[in-house]
């Protein structure tokens, strides 16, 4: 298999659908549309989408079923951002290497378009859904993105901050803030397949490490001056943030980075080689840092 290309594949039906979804129109609220194409449409990784896709096909899925539900969840990704960049979370400047949502259209428009962002895509899913399996992905999604995972998450974040975290806390806001919405991902695209219970066994726990490995490779990433990530560098340091970093340390975290790929990489076994593409992606997140 040829990674890159199959990459390419997923990526650009990703860049499709998120056009497809923009919104557009001459009203009286144009502002607020500009705001929440701005992050939606803003030149992101689409790995989230990305997966959901590759989840469907890897389980035997019709790619075309999961479509909607793969433009949902990068716009519920990309109102996390927004959230999180306002001067009450992180009062971030910088993202995706262009200006945060609130510094171009101001505060409020940017808290109305993470509110759109996050209100929409039950529209798009719940509009296109023909059967049970779609009906379920909805209800993960949901529950990935409310008070049980991603929002839940930001909470304990929020809480945390200029106080020193456990290890456990580290961990279990990182499952929630970061881990919810890749696991969410995987199983969502599996589940519109029609995958059995071992099946989603697997894809969960894939799921699950590999948003641990994603936020460890992330923290590295966020200190090092030499990686460009689009954001501004050492933001968790400055609002005093407990990460893995600061906790473990840099080789430490490169370790488990590696532990967790692998994790990732075993839980799919049952899928055979319909499974490599997904297999391939997480070895490539965790190449970023070696």
Known sequence: MDFNAEFKRYYDIAQDIVEQYKLSGDTEYKKLMDAVNYSYGANGKRIRPVMLLAACEMAGGNIKDAMPFAAAIEMIHASSLIFDDLPAMDNDDLRRGVPTNHKVFGEATAILAGCVLMVRPFEIMSKAAKNQNQIDAISIMAEASGVHGMMGGQQIDLS???KKASKEVIS???RLKTGALFKASVVCGAVIAGADKKQLEAVSEYGDYLGLAFQLIDDLMDNNPDIDT??????????EKSTYLSIYGSEKCKELASEYTQKAVDALEIFGEKSEFLKQLVKSLESRIR
């Open 172 to 174: 279990e806001l990182n």
């Open 230 to 239: 689009g954001k501004t560098k050492g933001s968790d340091i400055e609002n």
């Open 160 to 162: 945390y901050e200029g």
